[in-house]
């Protein structure tokens, strides 16, 4: 099992520009989330995904964000356009049952 | 929604002692309580976790206590070894239950050999 990959790890981009992040969850499992880690909030919930059905994105912090998963093994996260407090490290995680997530590497994003 | 506090920010151990990390929640409604442990340039790995129903629970060197009427909640690391160095957090669940963790702000534990 090679766990929750994301790409890329490392994305440095201009403001204004648009970034995709990449996410494939573990085969079969049916929630996926998306996580932003910074150093002066922590890890914020931004959205998760029940079989590939958007549950709850009132994380998402503007309409910037936008994220999709158009099947079981794919999902993205979009910041157009992007802006410096966007920094910060992107994490999706996914798991099936009641309990316990697995997480990514993250991407770490930059925005300069 | 949930709010975690964590404490300390930073630990620091000689090899073979104790550690023992300490959060405290809001909603009294959360039931679900893991810990995650991240180490440099890698996501969260879940190491324990324990639900409203127990008090207590063990995995070989590391152990999690919770006490309902107090909302608050602590790992505890026994015998430490320089590989149990990293960031530390706890979480507790908010009204979605599992599908919606509220983090603390992380404990970075040092283990001195």
């Known amino acids: 099992d090679a766990g929750v990959i994301q790409s890329p790890r490392h994305e440095v981009t201009e403001m204004g520009q648009e970034v995709t992040l990449r996410c494939k969850p573990i085969?079969?499992?049916?929630?996926l989330f998306w996580y932003r880690q910074t150093m002066m909030r922590g890890l914020e919930l931004l959205i998760y995904f029940n079989n590939n059905v958007p549950i709850d994105d009132s994380g998402m912090p503007e309409d910037r964000f936008s994220a999709k998963m158009p099947n079981a093994s794919f999902s993205t996260l979009k910041i157009q356009p992007s802006e410096p407090r966007d920094s910060a490290v992107y994490f999706c995680a996914s798991r099936t049952g009641l309990y316990g997530y697995t997480f990514g590497s993250g991407t770490r994003l930059t925005v300069v | 929604g949930e709010n975690v506090e964590q404490h300390p920010s930073t630990l620091s151990v000689q090899e073979g002692d104790s550690a023992v990390i300490k959060c405290t929640y809001s909603?009294?409604?959360?039931?679900?309580f893991p810990w995650y442990k991240q180490e440099l340039g890698k996501g969260p790995q879940l190491i324990i976790d324990i639900r409203s129903n127990v008090g207590e629970k063990k995995d070989q060197r590391i152990a999690v206590t919770l006490n309902k009427t107090a909302k608050h909640f602590s790992l505890h690391i026994t015998e430490t070894q320089p590989e149990d160095s990293a960031v530390y957090f706890c979480?507790?669940?908010?009204?979605?239950?599992?599908?919606?963790?509220?983090f603390g702000t992380g404990t970075r534990l040092t283990v001195i050999p």
């Open positions: 979480a507790a669940s908010g009204k979605r239950g599992a599908n919606n963790l509220f």
């Open positions: 909603d009294s409604a959360s039931n679900y």
């Open positions: 085969s079969g499992h049916d929630y």
